[in-house]
């Protein structure tokens, strides 16, 4: 087959989809002596890196305290944990306070409870869900009569 030519796709073949970037810019909002980094979407592999950028770019203005808004996370692995204790200990090494603040979704709770982070990040703990579960409630239990001697 001679260069160029495009090569017939053989039947019952699925090309793999292309995958699109996600959409993960962080905003940085500088007030003062105060910055805020809110933070949406996935943080994992792919969004480290634009975390770790806005961190320094935020941190270049020498605030007084980095605050990290993580209610709009809707998942973490170990990569995000990582990018955020990252960001806790250039936070210390600028001379500036971290604050980590939340709610945080219930899986991103849950990732930082089992992994012990959520103390190391000064997040608070999350109330329990009350998004509509419902509650195994146990009915008293009656006595039941024994059989007479």
């Known amino acids: 087959m001679p260069l160029g030519a495009a090569r017939p796709q053989r ?3 699925i090309p793999a989809p292309r995958r699109a970037p996600r959409p993960h810019t962080p905003t940085v909002v500088l007030a003062g002596r105060y910055g805020l980094l809110r933070l949406a979407g996935e943080l994992d592999l792919e ?6 950028d806005a961190v320094r770019r935020c941190l270049d203005n020498r ?5 990290i808004d993580i209610s709009g996370v809707s998942f973490c ?3 995000g944990i990582a ?7 250039e936070a210390g090494r600028a001379g500036t306070g971290f604050h980590l603040s939340g709610p945080a979704q ?6 930082m409870d089992a ?12 109330p329990p869900e009350q998004s509509g579960a419902r509650r195994k409630i146990h009915a008293p239990q009656t ?3 024994s059989a007479g001697p």
């Open 11 to 13: 039947p019952g073949m």
């Open 47 to 52: 969004t480290g890196s634009a975390i770790r």
């Open 77 to 79: 692995d170990c990569s």
């Open 115 to 126: 992994t012990g982070t959520a103390a190391d990040l000064g997040l608070l703990p999350q």
């Open 83 to 89: 990018a955020l204790l990252w960001a806790k200990a």
């Open 106 to 111: 219930p899986v991103v709770a849950r990732v």
């Open 63 to 67: 605030p007084a305290l980095l605050r």
């Open 143 to 145: 006595p039941t009569p």
